[in-house]
């Protein structure tokens, strides 16, 4: 079976897009999608920036459920649409994290690492100062804190996200290199009882693999693990479910029988 729902996308409500919610449907219409879920950017605590404004990564949810609830009824008959945020994590923002989950009644949330020790990965100066191979070590050991202070969403995001923007991307990078804090990291979301995404947006940004790798989807399936959603994290109307056929054979080539859809924060297992 194909995977028609795209469960990572960004609307004009995130502040790194300017595609409006509608022209994200319509295209999701046009496409033969059953699902598409909206998980806007809130990332507390993100670091200034200069050529950002200092809220542009904190949401303005009720704006956006408003709007989603218009759609949801205009579109019923064409299009299954959820409600879902991706939340930045970082230790020191938990407690502003956990009222915010508890906030709406999300379909889906999504823990996401762009920020690691006060600097974002997708600028070159997180790389600077100790080099890429460390750099990308301190990344996975801020995923391990973050898991460890805060449980309350559904699945990690982009385990990898900092290869994306690394000098040379996926060159000498590989599983193996990190597999004592990556399994360490597997192993937590297991016990508490997260799934991870597919992320096919790295594919856009020029990398061969999707995120995580190949090996890591391998190995979070040899660990038992069974819950993965599929997203493309598109911010425009143009790479929305990109890439899909592949990541169903990569999914299968896994191991995996299954892709999730999270409504009301319950995942619905669905044949791939």
Do not use: W
């Not at 804090?181 to 856009?204: P, S």
């Amino acid at each position: 079976m194909p995977i028609t729902a795209d469960c990572h996308l960004h609307s004009s409500f995130s502040g790194d897009s300017k595609t409006t919610m509608e022209e994200m449907i319509l295209l999701g219409i046009r496409q033969g999608l059953s699902t598409i879920c909206f998980t806007e950017h809130n990332d507390f605590d993100y670091p200034e920036y200069p050529d950002l404004p200092h809220d542009y990564f904190l949401l303005n949810t009720d704006s956006y459920l408003y709007d989603l609830i218009r759609f949801r009824e205009k579109y019923r008959d064409r299009i299954r649409l959820l409600f879902g945020v991706e939340l930045g994590l970082q230790p020191q923002t938990a407690k502003a994290n956990a009222v915010f989950a508890k906030s709406h009644e999300y379909d889906f949330i999504i823990g996401s690492s762009h920020v690691c020790h006060g600097k974002d990965p997708y600028y070159p100066g997180f790389f600077e100062k100790q080099g890429r191979d460390a750099a990308i070590g301190e990344y996975f050991t801020s995923i391990l804190e973050n898991i460890r202070s805060f449980s309350d969403f559904d699945v990690y995001g982009h385990l990898d996200y900092v290869v994306r923007y690394a000098p040379g991307k996926e060159e000498g990078y590989s599983y193996e290199k990190y597999r004592d804090i990556l399994d360490r990291i597997l192993q937590l979301l297991l016990e508490k009882e997260k799934g991870i995404e597919l992320n096919t947006g790295g594919i856009k940004s020029g990398m061969r693999e999707m995120h995580p790798c190949t090996e890591i989807l391998r190995r979070y399936r040899q660990l038992g693990g069974e819950i993965i959603t599929v997203g493309s994290d598109s911010h425009d109307t143009r790479y929305i479910a990109s890439h899909f056929d592949r990541a169903a054979q990569l999914l299968t080539a896994c191991g995996f029988r299954y892709f999730c859809i999270f409504e009301k924060r319950v995942p619905e297992f669905h044949k791939i």
